[in-house]
T-cell receptor
Framework: GENVEQHPSTLSVQEGDSAVIKCTYSDSASNYFPWYKQELGKRPQLIIDIRSNVGEKKDQRIAVTLNKTAKHFSLHITETQPEDSAVYFCAATPSINNNDMRFGAGTRLTVKP | DTEVTQTPKHLVMGMTNKKSLKCEQHMGHRAMYWYKQKAKKPPELMFVYSYEKLSINESVPSRFSPECPNSSLLNLHLHALQPEDSALYLC???????????FGPGTRLLVL
């Protein structure tokens, strides 16, 4: 089955700096890669996603890049703000069974004001 | 209605109790999921229902029993749980032709 690895496990940045979180996946059949943000005590919320036919996607301060050959994808947050502090999970879904989404271990991002 | 809702928000139960968690969505989604999330860990898939039929059971102990009475409702029946079953139980749903799963707020379960 799919195995998703995520790094780093914790990340601390100064407000206004950029943050980058990286994930690798094992199943070359995976074709959908969402990123979820989970604040303390809240539900995971989708912040951006990318499909395997696209190399990069941007939404305001958030961007995701995908390298299918290397089987890795990254989340980039620019001009970080304290409200970006949360746990971020990457995930991968295989095309064969798009019910079988697997998560990375998560990255706790802290943005210091 | 564009949300997944879950009740109750919090639940405390003893090891001999029987309780149920409820999840509801009115977005017409035909795939619904139960996940278990322990503190500082990612959500772990437990069950998947597709068109009201159980399609994935991730080797979950029989003390957890899912039920999908209709396309909008998903239940998780709990019986004889162990303290290690204490966790946040998340429900999610997915629309046809999309891969995106939308999560409910979860039920925080404590087993004493």
């Amino acid at each position: 089955g799919e195995n998703v690895e995520q790094h780093p496990s914790t990340l601390s940045v100064q407000e206004g700096d950029s943050a980058v979180i990286k994930c690798t996946y094992s199943d070359s059949a995976s074709n959908y890669f969402p990123w979820y943000k989970q604040e303390l005590g809240k539900r995971p919320q989708l912040i951006i996603d990318i499909r395997s036919n696209v190399g990069e996607k941007k939404d305001q301060r958030i961007a995701v890049t995908l390298n299918k050959t290397a089987k890795h994808f990254s989340l980039h947050i620019t001009e970080t703000q304290p409200e970006d502090s949360a746990v971020y999970f990457c995930a991968a879904t295989p095309s064969i069974n798009n019910n079988d989404m697997r998560f990375g271990a998560g990255t706790r991002l802290t943005v210091k004001p | 209605d564009t949300e997944v809702t879950q009740t109750p928000k919090h639940l405390v139960m003893g090891m001999t109790n029987k309780k149920s968690l409820k999840c509801e969505q009115h977005m017409g989604h035909r795939a619904m999921y139960w996940y278990k999330q322990k503190a500082k860990k990612p959500p772990e898939l437990m069950f998947v229902y597709s068109y009201e039929k159980l399609s994935i059971n991730e080797s979950v102990p029989s003390r957890f029993s899912p039920e999908c009475p209709n396309s909008s409702l998903l239940n998780l029946h709990l019986h004889a749980l162990q303290p290690e079953d204490s966790a946040l139980y998340l429900c999610a749903s997915r629309g046809q032709g999309t891969e995106t799963q939308y999560f409910g707020p979860g039920t925080r379960l404590l087993v004493l």
